[in-house]
């Protein structure tokens, strides 16, 4: 509890950056591995959060820069949405061996970091990129499934879920609904009200 008292004394970015990067609640630090913490504009209106860095955004350490990373780059661009202009990070900041899917352990152990991301930043809107930003942000049975493409208004942040980037790559029917929430999404930043 002492631990999150400190947490709640970070008053910026930089500091739960920094704070961040000293981090070993968890076996993922093990080995000193790097952490992943997210960037982006510390006053965006639109997060995007995933759920726990690649190889490539691991050795980079920067978030979503690997293919699925390309891809979101792409269907921001289309969407009109600039990168710059958004904040992107992950519910797991370190990367789990192999890319596996992070442990509710892990993600448990990490979430505090992100829960903080959110209070400092204050978005409009979140997007959930998946089924585990989905849990930790939605709700814990929430299936991504079932949810996805939903404006969901927590503490009056709007969530919308939807498919990561990564599931793309492997399934092209994923695509079009994907854009059809990007579309959902720029016509809320922009204060439209979206086609259903």
């Known amino acids: 509890m002492e631990w999150l008292l400190h947490l709640d004394r970070l008053q910026n970015l930089e500091q739960l950056g920094q704070y961040c990067l000293q981090c070993h609640r968890c076996h993922l630090r093990s080995g000193n591995s790097p952490v992943v913490f997210g960037e982006g504009n510390p006053q965006a209106k639109l997060m995007l959060v995933g759920e726990a860095p690649g190889a490539q955004e691991e050795r980079l350490q920067r978030p979503f820069v690997g293919p699925a990373g390309v891809l979101l780059d792409k269907i921001l661009e289309a969407s009109h949405i600039h990168r710059q202009e958004v904040y992107i990070t992950n519910v797991v900041k370190c990367r789990p061996s192999e890319n596996r899917t992070p442990t509710e352990e892990e993600a448990d152990l990490c979430f505090v970091y992100l829960a903080r991301q959110i209070e400092l930043i204050r978005p409009d809107l979140i997007v959930c990129l998946g089924a585990l930003a989905t849990k930790y942000l939605v709700q814990r049975e929430a ?9 969901i208004i927590k503490g009056g942040i709007k969530i919308i879920p ?12 994923k695509k079009k609904p994907v854009w059809r929430d990007f579309l959902k999404i720029k016509s809320l930043l922009d204060g439209e009200r979206p086609e259903a």
């Open 162 to 173: 939807t498919y990561h980037p990564a599931a793309l790559l492997y399934d092209e029917n």
């Open 143 to 151: 299936t991504i499934g079932a949810v996805r493409g939903d404006v």
